[in-house]
């Protein structure tokens, strides 16, 4: 019986989900997903100015304590983290790989639960979403089986 691998390759507007199925077998691409707020400017994902707080200092702007950015970041991790679960909820692998930058990698590391974060046998912090399926194969052959 084949071991279903998924590898995950991602940055924060962009991901695509391939699985390989065993030896000789390659990388199928599976699903393309597409956040493109994460591509937005700050300034383009803020419809409001700063809100106001009154104090007994006087009154202030408050500052988002997260860019807007950095925002639609993390909820694209978050979506990416439960398309991972759902497929290990489902047995539709054995075992994950992330590819993703430094920065996207820490955040859905952050998003994984600790049951399909132990499914992840290799972690690369490079952003290969848009290399294509034989250079992502190329770069991974040491921990896939191809």
Known sequence: MAQTTWILVANASRAKLFANEGPNRGLAL???IHHPESRQKNAE??????GSMAGTAGRGAMAPH???KEHEARVFAQELARELTHGRNSNAYKRAI?????SMMGLLNDSLDSVTSNLVTDRFEKDYTMATEKQIATQLEGCIYL
């Open 45 to 50: 994902l803020v419809t409001d100015r700063p």
């Open 66 to 68: 997260m860019q807007p």
């Open 98 to 102: 992330l590819v993703a930058p430094p």
């Open 30 to 32: 599976m699903k393309e």
